[in-house]
Structure formats: structure tokens, C-alpha cells
Antibody
Framework: EVQLVESGGGLVQPGGSLRLSCAAS????????MNWVRQAPGKGLEWVSY????????HYADSVRGRFTISRDSAKNSLYLQMNSLRAEDTAVYFC????????????WGRGTLVTVSS | DIQMTQSPSTLSASVGDRVTITCRAS??????LAWYQQKPGKAPKLLIY???SLESGVPSRFSGSGSGTEFTLTISSLQPDDFATYYC????????FGQGTKVEIK
């Protein structure tokens, strides 16, 4: 069974940093592209970042480029999102999502972890 | 950037109703469109990919159609478990979601 479990969320002050993790199991993690998607309270879904299976291709949404860094560790079956210079508008539930192979829609999602940016 | 616009934003319907949600892209995305269902406090669930392909395990009352810039998600006979919010997503150029359509009980 495919499982994605996010962790690392919490309360952080504006300008602070946080590192999210997503533990993957039930599939060959090293062969799948992965993504982060966020959802602000009461709002819709916003794609945040993409990393290819080999980490050779990375993309970011304009809203986070230069502040967030996506990475992965296939030895640990884990996906990461390093978030720096956090703003109030980054407050959201952050989901990790698997990219369907060989296509690019998202076939499995984790349950999310809440990040709150507030003083 | 490709913008996705869903309509309506909210839809009131009864069990057994046929429901249609529309999604329009700001430029052609061919057939690179997916539909997701999300219930409160839960992760989104994939329903449809490549505009009209039904994900394994999804009931056949869900169907998708369209190409280019206009797409629809249809629920042929609404069931109690279908009251949720639905999102379209383009994956032709990066990824963009529609703003969502909440299907509520009439």
C-alpha cells in the first residue's frame, strides 16, 4: 500500500525557517517524481514544488522560488522541503504528492502537515 | 502561466441528481487535465486523469470529458459520499489547480 506521511509542521515566526519531511513507503520511491502542494486555511490547492526521480529537474512556484528548497533522499525514502524567510501567507497545510509515472498528475497524496507563520 | 477557472464555485444538489462541473483553461492544455475530490480535513483523491481516464477504484458514475480549453466532470447519479469539493488541475505546463467547486446537499 502506498503511504506518504508528512511531518515537521508547526508554528514559526515571520522570517523563520522550517523543514518539512515526507516519508514514503509501499512503492519504489527512487523511480517516482514527487511534489509539494499547499492549501491555505479555507482556500484551494496551490502547487509549490516538483523534483524528478533523479533530482536532476526541480521546479518551484513563483511564490516560493528563492525561499524554499526541495530535495530527496532515496536511501531514506524521504522527500524534504526546506522553507526559509517564511511569511504569513505561507501558512497552509502542506501535502506531499507522488507524480504518476510516466505522466505528471498526482496519484497519491499524504494527509498533510500544518505550517503556521505568526508572531 | 496557465490559469484554470472552475464553475460553479458552489453547487447544491440532491442524491440521485446528475451533476456537471466545468473547468476552463486560459490556453490549450490538450488533454492534460486531472480531477480530484477532497473532503474536509482529508487529502485530495485522484478521480480522473488525461481528461477522461477513470482512476482505478473510482466509481463509474464519475466521468470526464473535454480537450483544449474546456473540460467537464460529470457525476451521473450523486451519492451521499460524493458531497465534497472538486478541483481540476492542468499538468500541460507545470501545475495549476482550479479554485474548486463545493458540492453541497440541497
Amino acid at each position: 500500500e502506498v503511504q506518504l506521511v508528512e511531518s515537521g509542521g508547526g508554528l514559526v515566526q515571520p522570517g523563520g525557517s522550517l523543514r518539512l519531511s515526507c516519508a514514503a513507503s509501499g512503492f519504489s520511491f527512487s523511480t517516482y517524481n514527487m511534489n509539494w502542494v499547499r492549501q491555505a486555511p479555507g482556500k484551494g490547492l496551490e502547487w509549490v514544488s516538483y523534483i524528478s526521480s533523479s533530482s536532476s529537474t526541480i521546479h518551484y512556484a513563483d511564490s516560493v522560488r528563492g525561499r524554499f528548497t526541495i530535495s530527496r533522499d532515496s536511501a531514506k525514502n524521504s522527500l524534504y522541503l526546506q522553507m526559509n524567510s517564511l511569511r504569513a501567507e505561507d501558512t497552509a497545510v502542506y501535502f506531499c504528492a507522488r507524480g504518476a509515472s510516466p505522466s505528471f498528475y498526482f496519484d497519491y497524496w499524504g494527509r498533510g502537515t500544518l505550517v503556521t507563520v505568526s508572531s | 502561466d496557465i490559469q484554470m477557472t472552475q464553475s460553479p464555485s458552489t453547487l447544491s444538489a440532491s442524491v440521485g441528481d446528475r451533476v456537471t462541473i466545468t473547468c476552463r483553461a486560459s490556453q490549450s492544455i490538450s488533454i492534460w487535465l486531472a480531477w480530484y475530490q477532497q473532503k474536509p480535513g482529508k487529502a485530495p483523491k485522484l478521480l480522473i486523469y488525461k481528461a477522461s481516464s477513470l482512476e482505478s477504484g473510482v466509481p463509474s458514475r464519475f466521468s470526464g470529458s473535454g480537450s483544449g480549453t474546456e473540460f467537464t466532470l460529470t457525476i451521473s447519479s450523486l451519492q451521499p459520499d460524493d458531497f465534497a469539493t472538486y478541483y481540476c488541475q492542468q499538468y500541460n505546463s507545470y501545475w495549476t489547480f482550479g479554485q474548486g467547486t463545493k458540492v453541497e446537499i440541497k
